[in-house]
């Protein structure tokens, strides 16, 4: 039997989750079955748009509810850091020594990372490297397009 990782999520990654996976059960799946029903009574199935469509839905919510689920039966809670050391749930400030530019990122499990809000995976390379840091430090970072090293500026709580 094999134990799987357990998957990091802040208390708002995890309420996030939470509220998604009541809407889908009680909004979201009610609503795809309706659309079944509508579908199926329009006739033939072999040649159906709509009940094809809503299938798909239907397959992509119970998909997405199965993972929720999965991860709400194993995450691990990330407690807030001191500030002192960078960490799982740290807001930190870093410059890239090479071309002197700043930027913030949150580091945050796999299941909360989206790089468009700047919360980088605590798996990536980047996290890795930050992971301990103290403010002040420089570390480098080992990427799969190259090396490079940054500089931590400032852990926000």
């Known amino acids: 039997?094999?134990?799987?990782?357990k998957v990091f999520?802040?208390?708002?990654g995890l309420e996030k989750l939470q509220n998604e996976l009541e809407y889908l059960k009680i909004t979201k799946r009610p609503e795809v079955v309706n659309n079944l029903k509508e579908a199926k009574s329009l006739g033939d199935l072999s040649e159906n748009a709509e009940y094809d469509s809503a299938r798909?839905?239907?397959?992509?919510?119970?998909?997405?509810?199965?993972?929720?689920?999965?991860i709400l039966n194993n995450y691990a809670l990330v407690?807030?850091?001191?500030?002192?050391?960078?960490?799982?749930?740290?807001?930190?400030?870093?410059?890239?020594?090479?071309?002197?530019?700043?930027?913030?990122?949150t580091?945050?499990?796999?299941?909360?990372?989206n790089p468009f809000d700047n919360k980088i995976s605590?798996?990536?390379?980047?996290?890795?490297?930050?992971i301990?840091?103290?403010?002040?430090q420089k570390v480098k970072v080992n990427s799969s397009s190259g090396k490079y090293e940054i500089k931590v500026l400032e852990i926000i709580k």
């Open 132 to 136: 301990g840091a103290k403010k002040g």
């Open 56 to 70: 798909s839905e239907q397959a992509e919510i119970e998909g997405r509810i199965l993972e929720i689920e999965k």
């Open 107 to 113: 580091i945050v499990g796999k299941a909360e990372a």
């Open 122 to 130: 605590n798996e990536s390379d980047l996290a890795k490297a930050l």
């Open 1 to 5: 039997m094999t134990t799987e990782e």
């Open 79 to 105: 407690k807030e850091g001191d500030g002192r050391k960078v960490s799982v749930g740290s807001k930190v400030r870093i410059l890239y020594v090479d071309n002197n530019e700043e930027e913030v990122y």
């Open 9 to 12: 999520l802040t208390q708002e």
